[in-house]
């Protein structure tokens, strides 16, 4: 899980942190970003202490990532330094796919998703079963029983996947050599896969529904009617003096067992046979039907309960209570991201071809961009751990720069540092634990939301095979600050979580590697040769190492396209 602080990175719509609250991976995931990784509803409180009163919502049901993961962006761009020239227009089309399965914890081990959405049925979810474990610790000590584990239901695991596919639509436009304003239009579709699995076998307790027989009410009368039967051969005073100390033993201890079960007939959930504490009984009250069948009385066999079903196992994980549904697999449909407009400069470039149609040995540039991202995205769902698929509605600032450097005809390195400045707004979020939000008492709430500022730094070094085809490695480092949520209004002191919460895990550094191979009938080096000038990348990068909080492991694959046309000369 993804769960929404969002870390909006650069050049690209956000993405969550796998923490919680995640956005789409990146605008998809808080896992990635905002992993904002996981679309989770949440409604009112129907006068539960733990919340208050929530604007009606229908369910969504993402993969619940949001909470989790929040990744940061990717920005689908180039890294290097190459821009338009005066006049000319340089129209870009970018394919981005990113999945998202484990997060990165803090001190550097990953976690499956999987693990993230994994919830014991145990007190923690169903109160009840507090009430089970109560009954039990006096009733085995009576019965001379060693005091059982506590009470759990099963073990519920959601296999979850996120996955965003985003398309920027880019148009650059040389106003001279050196300057240049580009728009960045991106469409965003999001999805999330889930497969839900119930292990049964680590269960002690089940449905009551299910335990003593179809005809309870016979069943307990059969058990009274054998105790009494004894206990009336007990009172005749007839047996032998050892076999009378035996029998009146059976008849207490029969009684004690008789109460308990009476006792936990009366609650929802009872233990199952298969469960240590059911084994425990079922092996006493055994002994004793033996030791009444001696007295030639017999007492009915008594089932205790079975392993609740998968269905019912959801539904307990489930609902208002909970303030989130549990994950499925969904699609967000494809939407508008968060339009960027922005400027270019080149203040030097010597990569370029002197007039006499030499280069220096050492040929470097530099560019430098700044742009703002508009809140036109589709804001992200309060409930969304991981808002697959959408911007997240809330502008920022981002500079970046690039440095181009040649060695040689055949090698170059590229290195690139960004800094996005994500500004503050107020927002709607799900307010719950970001290690496992799958909690009773979450509930939405507004807030102030700051999400932590993001520096990117990336190095590619790049070997030119031919004048056409270039391979490159790609090295990038991402360190994303913390979050800042605080309410906006009262907040319920009772409620077992607090909108601060949300902060937990979102200040993280993460790692990536990978690698791009360029098809180009423009130079390496800028210049324009005869045919189509286009130039065709194809990157893929993953990530290695996550560290300090809650970072989404992503594998980002990228294919774009950049096509220069002359419209002024």
């Known amino acids: 899980m993804g769960f929404e602080p969002t870390n909006r990175g650069f050049a690209g719509p956000r993405l969550s942190p796998l923490g919680y609250g995640a956005q789409t991976i990146s605008s998809n995931l808080g896992v990635v970003g905002s992993l904002s990784i996981f679309s989770l509803p949440v409604r009112n409180r129907f006068g539960s202490p733990y919340y208050r009163p929530a604007m009606a919502r229908f369910p969504h049901v993402i993969a619940f990532l949001t909470a989790l993961c929040w990744p940061a962006p990717l920005a689908a761009q180039w890294w290097d330094a190459q821009q338009p020239r005066g006049g000319e227009l340089q129209i870009g089309l970018t394919g981005q796919n990113v999945t998202v399965d484990q997060r990165f914890l803090a001190d550097g081990t990953r976690q499956p998703l999987s693990d993230v959405f994994n919830p014991v049925l145990d007190a923690r979810l169903v109160p009840q079963l507090d009430s089970l474990d109560a009954i039990l610790a006096q009733l085995f000590p009576t019965l001379g029983l060693a005091l059982p584990a506590a009470s759990t239901l099963g073990d519920l695991r959601y296999d979850v996947l996120l996955e965003r596919t985003w398309a920027p639509v ?9 300057l240049s304003a580009f728009a960045v239009i991106p469409i965003v579709e999001g999805k999330s896969f889930a497969e839900t699995q119930f292990d049964s076998l680590v269960a002690n307790a089940g449905d009551a529904t299910s335990a003593f027989g179809e005809d309870p009410d016979q069943l307990f009368q059969d058990l009274n009617t054998g105790i009494t039967s004894l206990d009336s051969l007990v009172a005749t005073g007839t047996l032998p003096p050892d076999q009378q100390t035996r029998a009146q033993q059976l008849v207490t201890d029969a009684r004690d067992y008789e109460a308990g079960m009476a006792e936990l007939r009366q609650q929802a959930y009872v233990p199952t046979d298969s469960g240590t504490a059911g084994r425990d009984l079922t092996g006493f009250y055994e002994e004793l039907r033996s030791g009444f069948q001696d007295f030639g009385v017999t007492l009915p066999a008594i089932p205790l309960a079975g392993a609740i079903p998968t269905d019912q196992a959801v539904a307990l994980t489930s609902g208002p209570e909970f303030g989130i549904q549990a994950p499925e697999s969904r699609g967000t449909g494809i939407k508008f991201g968060d339009i960027e407009l922005g400027l270019s400069v080149q203040p030097y470039n010597t990569f370029r071809r002197r007039p006499n149609g030499t280069r220096p040995r050492v040929p470097w540039r530099l560019r430098l961009d700044a742009l703002y991202r508009l809140a036109t995205g589709s804001p992200p769902k309060a409930e969304r751990i991981f808002d697959i698929g959408t911007g997240d509605g809330q502008p920022d600032l981002e500079l970046r720069g690039t440095f181009d450097v040649g060695f040689g005809s055949r090698l170059w390195l590229s290195l690139f540092a960004g800094y996005n400045i994500q500004l503050t707004g107020e927002v709607e979020r799900l307010i719950t634990s970001r290690l496992s939000p799958i909690q009773l008492g979450a509930y939405v709430t507004t807030v102030s939301w700051n999400p932590g500022d993001v520096l990117t730094l990336m190095a590619a070094p790049r070997f030119n095979l031919t004048r056409t085809i270039t391979f490159s490695g790609l090295l990038t480092h991402l360190r994303h600050a913390r979050d800042e949520v605080s309410p906006v209004g009262t907040v ?27 098809y180009s009938t423009t130079d390496w080096a800028g210049d324009r040769r005869a045919g189509i000038p286009v130039e065709i990348e194809l990157s893929y990068l993953h990530t290695v190492s996550g560290r300090d909080g809650l970072a989404p492991q992503r594998d980002v694959w990228q294919i774009g396209l950049r096509y220069y046309q002359a419209i002024f000369k």
């Open 492 to 518: 319920d002191d009772t409620a077992p979580f607090a909108p601060a919460d949300l902060e937990q895990g979102t200040e993280y550094s993460a790692t990536s590697i990978g690698f791009a191979a360029r």
């Open 170 to 178: 880019s148009l650059n436009f040389g106003a001279t050599d050196w």
